[in-house]
């Protein structure tokens, strides 16, 4: 059974920076493209940051700048780091992993409030 944990969430003022952290584990899988997704109060989730297994990413037009997404193969972990964060950037941040012959995975979320 594979499972997703993410961790790093919390309340931060505007300019400040947060860095997110999604561990994958179970048995017998290999990460493949891995995502971050957010969810913002009365919206619908979005795409945040792509990362592909060679370390290739992609980001939305809202964070490119201020967002890095990254991953640790050795320690099947994806990483965001969020800087100059801005109280639009608050949501739910959520994991989204691609396994190579298992299927897509998702965390359960972590909250981020971005306010003074």
């Known amino acids: 059974q594979v499972q997703l944990v993410e961790s790093g969430g919390g309340l931060v003022q505007p300019g400040g920076s947060l860095r997110l952290s999604c561990a994958v584990s179970?048995?017998?899988?290999?990460?493949?493209?891995m995502r971050w997704y957010r969810q913002a109060p009365g919206k619908e989730r979005e795409l945040v940051a792509t990362i592909s297994r060679g370390g290739s990413t992609n980001y939305a037009d809202s964070v490119k700048g201020r967002f890095t997404i990254s991953r640790d193969n050795a320690k099947n972990t994806v990483y965001l780091q969020m800087n100059n964060l801005k109280p639009e950037d608050t949501a739910v941040y959520y994991c989204?992993?691609?396994?190579?012959?298992?299927?897509?995975?998702w965390g359960q979320g972590t909250r981020v409030t971005v306010s003074s």
């Open positions: 179970g048995s017998s899988f290999i990460m493949n493209v």
């Open positions: 989204n992993a691609d396994l190579l012959l298992s299927g897509s995975y």
